[in-house]
């Protein structure tokens, strides 16, 4: 299974984002380790997995610590070894207890998915992608995984830095 991974770290109000690599990546812990040396002085870093424009993976890691994920659907853990890494100890998130309130609507709910998503669906929502936001996105028809980074990449403000590190 082929993967696309970007991180992307904020220093202050400064968004930088570079292309990185995770083939040596064993857990999620070397994913952490992979955020802290592209950004090594963010206060804010976040890392976006494509794998094979079907799976996403959404990481966020504040000052260096504090690691939380979300998988946009459990399957992918058990479709590669990434998937595994990054994936495979996490739950599966309960679309029920994901706050609809104050949330723009993606023309689909939560509730809609083909998918079994887990983690974290609303660690992004302090940067205004709340939980059920990002479950939308994923489930919208026709949007792919380098889409919903696009449209979390324009909402969090980091859409500038996101096109100059994919050439996008």
Avoid: H
Wanted: proline letters at 3%; hydrophobic letters at 45%; aromatic letters at 6%.
């Amino acid at each position: 299974m082929s993967y696309f991974a970007v991180a992307a770290g904020r220093e202050g109000d400064e968004w930088n984002a570079a292309e990185v690599d995770l083939d040596e990546v064993a857990d999620v812990e070397d994913a952490a380790e992979v955020m802290r040396e592209a950004f090594p002085d963010a206060d804010l870093t976040l890392l976006f997995v494509d794998a094979d424009d079907e799976f996403l993976t959404m990481m966020r890691l504040d000052d260096g610590d504090d690691l939380r994920t979300f998988g946009s659907d459990a399957e992918y853990a058990s479709q590669s070894r990434l998937g595994e890494a990054l994936l495979g100890d996490l739950e599966p998130q309960d679309t029920d207890e994901i706050d609809t309130d104050d949330e723009e609507s993606i023309s689909a709910s939560p509730t809609e998915l083909d998918a079994e998503p887990v983690g974290e669906a609303d660690l992004l929502s302090d940067l205004g992608v709340g939980g059920a936001m990002l479950l939308a996105l994923c489930a919208k028809e026709g949007m792919m995984p380098s889409d919903v980074v696009s449209e979390v990449a324009a909402v969090i403000g980091f859409a500038e830095a996101l096109e100059n590190a994919t050439g996008a």
